[in-house]
């Protein structure tokens, strides 16, 4: 069963404007999120976390936002620029537990930045 | 700090060989990760390490599949007589925190 899901494969925006990507999940034990983006040949590259204890995180021009009663989380990208052109993950943990921390990533969502 | 990384980039066998891959995470870091991804997925977890112990496995990560860490820094992952669905990207993280840090990935191919 995917736990996390990021149901759009794909984003296109342009130069300047915003992008949204949308990322839920199911599993209520989840209690810290993050993105990830990655470029072809290469591995995943953190970008921004949100602990569930918090409904907005903020890091320069990518903002992450939790709606924990939709399970549901979205990362905004503005100004978004063509080097934002990658394949963006999201990802989420059970801080709790035996889970040790492991990832449980999304699809994966391309977003492709035109100039 | 020079990040995570992981080798050989690229390795090609045939079916039924064995192969060997090689990880060094972050020098401070004691958690390590090995995931496994495929075309259109996410990385999915296979096993990790907590300095070195092994602490969890996956159900993915079959008999044929065994993992070390010894002294709790560089990982190997080795994989046995490889099979077809073996094909993926094996990528190594490490991290202290919930924050993971991922090298660039073993792109293996079984011909």
């Known amino acids: 069963d995917q736990q996390v899901k990021q149901n759009s494969p794909s984003l296109s925006v342009q130069e300047g404007r915003i992008s949204i990507l949308n990322c839920d999940y199911t599993?209520?034990?989840?209690?810290?999120f993050l993105w990830y983006k990655k470029y072809p040949a290469e591995g995943p590259t953190f970008l921004i976390s949100i602990s569930s204890i918090k409904d907005k995180n903020e890091d320069g021009r990518f903002t992450v936002f939790l709606n924990k009663s939709a399970k549901h989380l979205s990362l905004h990208i503005v100004p978004s620029q063509p080097g934002d052109s990658a394949v963006y993950f999201c990802a989420a943990v059970d801080a709790g537990g035996t889970s040790y921390g492991k990832l449980t990533f999304g699809q994966g969502t391309i977003l492709t930045v035109h100039p | 700090d020079t990040g995570v990384s992981q080798d050989p980039r690229h390795k090609i066998t045939k079916r039924g060989q064995n192969v060997t891959f090689r990880c060094d995470p972050i020098s401070e870091h004691n958690r390590l990760y090995w995931y496994r991804q495929t075309l259109g997925q996410g990385p999915e977890f296979l096993t990790y390490f907590q300095n070195e112990a092994q602490l969890e496995k996956s159900r993915l990560l079959s008999d044929r599949f065994s993992a070390e860490r010894p002294k709790g820094s560089f990982s190997t992952l080795e994989i046995q007589r490889t099979e077809q669905g073996d094909s993926a990207m094996y990528l190594c993280?490490?991290?202290?925190?919930?924050?993971?840090?991922f090298g660039p990935g073993t792109r293996l191919t079984v011909t």
């Open positions: 993280a490490s991290g202290t925190g919930y924050e993971q840090y």
């Open positions: 599993n209520s034990m989840f209690d810290y």
